[in-house]
């Protein structure tokens, strides 16, 4: 007999075996959400956790201005998760409480099936991560109110928005949003 039959058809049952193991997994919901179930089948999570580390003005002058700003964002599970991306909005509550002086986000999510070069990050059970970005403001573009704020040693912040996580893979599982603020 053909020796190559019997490769293709291992190759097929490894192939098949494999399908198996990724449809199979264990489904995942986090504890908290609106249609908690009381499947045993169905592994329950804790939600992320997330801390904002840094906001300063990190370095300011005639003409521009840096800002810092970093979120630890804690997995308390002992399973990874996938954080997609991470959207916040940036208020300078002395200047105004609810006009969005900036806003951002880290990572990407994704916008098909599959996205080759996403910027999403994985984070592992009982771990953290620690996601920050630069931001500049231009002198001639920012209110001459909001520089003066700025260019002060006292800037009172307050931050909101959404993590954007998958509990599995990025093509299965559920997908999940934790929103945060912090004044």
């Keep these: 007999m053909n020796s190559k039959v019997f490769v293709?058809?291992?190759?097929?049952i490894l192939g098949?075996?494999?399908?198996?193991?990724?449809?199979?997994?264990?489904?995942?919901?986090?504890?908290?959400?609106?249609?908690?179930s009381?499947?045993?089948?169905?592994?329950?999570?804790?939600?992320?956790?997330?801390?904002?580390q840094i906001l300063s003005v990190d370095k300011i002058t005639e003409r521009s201005a840096t800002i810092k700003i970093a979120f630890k964002v804690v997995n308390p599970n002992p399973r990874a998760v996938i954080v997609e991306s991470l959207q916040y909005r940036l208020y300078e509550?002395?200047?105004?409480?609810d006009e969005q002086i900036t806003g951002g986000e880290i990572g990407s999510r994704p916008t098909a099936m599959l996205e080759f070069g996403s910027n999403y990050y994985t984070l592992l059970g009982n771990n953290a991560i620690v996601?920050?970005?630069?931001?500049?403001f231009k002198s001639h573009e920012t209110d001459p109110e909001l520089w003066n704020i700025l260019k002060s040693d006292s800037p009172t912040?307050?931050?909101t928005g959404d993590v954007f996580y998958n509990l599995s893979s990025m093509t299965s599982g559920q997908?999940?949003?934790l929103q945060f603020e912090f004044p």
Excluded: C, H
């Excluded at 293709?8 to 097929?12: E, R, S, T």
């Excluded at 098949?16 to 908690?36: K, R, S």
């Excluded at 009381?38 to 592994?43: G, K, R």
């Design 8 to 12: 293709f058809a291992a190759v097929g």
């Design 16 to 36: 098949l075996a494999f399908a198996g193991i990724l449809l199979a997994g264990p489904e995942m919901a986090v504890t908290g959400t609106q249609n908690p």
């Design 38 to 52: 009381d499947d045993p089948n169905v592994l329950k999570v804790k939600p992320l956790e997330i801390e904002l």
């Design 93 to 97: 509550t002395t200047y105004s409480d």
């Design 131 to 136: 996601l920050k970005e630069n931001i500049e």
């Design 157 to 159: 912040w307050r931050v």
């Design 175 to 177: 997908e999940n949003i």
